[in-house]
Structures are given as C-alpha cells and as structure tokens.
C-alpha cells in the first residue's frame, strides 16, 4: 500500500512540474509568483506545513497517503526533468526550523515534497534571470564566502596546533607558573581575654577535647563546628595567625 501511494505522490508532483515546464512566458511567470508566495509562507511559519499535512491526509481520505516512502532511496519528485530521491527531501527538512524537524516524517511527508518543489522551481527561475551575477547578490555571496573560508582556516589551525602533545606542554608550564601554595587544615578557639585564653591552654594541657572545648568556650562562627576553619593558604590569614 505504501509503494502504491508513493507512486501516487511522485505522479502528482511530476504532473505539476510538467505542467509548470511546458507553459511559457506569462503563465510561467504567474506560475512562479503563485509558488514564490508558497514557498515563503512555508519557511516563515510552521503551522503551514503541519495545515497542509493534514489538509493532504483529509484530501486523500487516508492516512496512508502521507506516508513516506518504504525503499532506501527511491525518486520522489521529478522536477523539470531533474529526479530528486528521498534522501534529498531528508536532507531539505534538516534546513527547516526545529519545531518542524520534531513533527513525524509521514505526516508532513507530502507537503515537504510539493515545497522542496516549489523551492527547486524557484531557483531554476531565479538562475534564469541571471540573479547569479546580480551585484547585490555577488556582494552577498562574497560575504558568505569570506565567512566560510576563514572559519575553515581557523578549524584547520585548531587541528594542527592543539594536539594532545600541546595541551600536555600547555599544561605543564601552566603548573610551573602557578606553583600551588601549601594548605593546611586548623581548627582554632577565639576568646577575648589573654585570662580566658590561660585557662583553656591550661584545661588543654590537662586533655580536654579541643573540639569540645572549641564548641563550648570560642566566640567565633567556627565554634558550632568545633572551631574547624577547614583548608586555607598562608596569605588568607592575619599574619600573627599565619
């Protein structure tokens, strides 16, 4: 059933780029705008392609019909003369915004056909009007191109100068440089008299818990944890305490 309808949607697709192929001058041209207002509604908003999926799906009386194609890579549009295959409708949801990408393949399959379509008809008469070598888009597209070429350049440089070798050596005299200080781990008891500081060296020389002792006589925040200040370096210290 699904190859029945994929030969179906191929049919329809080729039908109209035919039919598009074989009308010249102003109906060519008539053509193309109608496809051009398409073609932007369809980038500018998400809503359109999920509308048109399900307009497709209630045309068809199917859902099958919206089901994309089963073989590896078989031709789903033929767009004057020129085959395009599966891979490259893939490839085309891939530019198109996230909230689009996140939508499943069958129910939009049909609608990003007919616009890869439209997309491809709109470049062919873009190129036949020679806006190739329009000088705002030469401008542009040496812009892009200076963009391009340098982000390659700086990719390349990357590659070549940041081997595991250099980010060891990098390493290493980063370490050299910053030499760590020593760290020690205290705990300590603040009072506010020389008195008061004889008595506890005195009750610690007779074996009182320091920790207990800390909890119990220090005026300073550590005491709740026993007069524990943790890890510190020399210069985080007043210099008597130091």
Known sequence: ??????????????????????????????????????????????????????????????????????????????????EFRAEDIQDFMATLPAQVQQIPLQFIYPSLINQFANLQLATDEAYRQGLDTDEEV????????????????????????????????????????????????ARHILVDTVEEAEAVIVALDGGADFAELAEEKSTGPSSVNGGDLGFFTRDRMVPPFA
Request: charged content about 25%; overall charge negative.
């Open 138 to 185: 030469v401008a542009i597209m040496q812009r892009r191109q200076d963009e391009i070429v340098r982000d390659v350049l700086l990719e390349r440089v990357v590659e070549e100068r940041v081997t595991e070798e250099a980010i060891e050596d990098a390493y290493n005299e980063f370490l050299l440089s910053n030499a760590s200080e020593p760290e020690v781990k």
């Open 1 to 82: 059933m699904a190859d029945n309808t994929n030969q179906e949607n191929q049919t329809e697709t080729t039908t109209s780029a035919d039919e598009v192929k074989t009308k010249p001058g102003d109906s060519r041209v008539a053509t193309f705008v109608l496809m051009g207002v398409v073609v932007v509604m369809a980038i500018a908003t998400v809503g359109y392609i999920a509308v048109n999926a399900i307009n497709v799906t209630n045309a068809q009386g199917s859902t099958q019909t919206t089901e994309a194609p089963s073989e590896d890579n078989p031709v789903v549009a033929r767009v004057e003369g020129r």
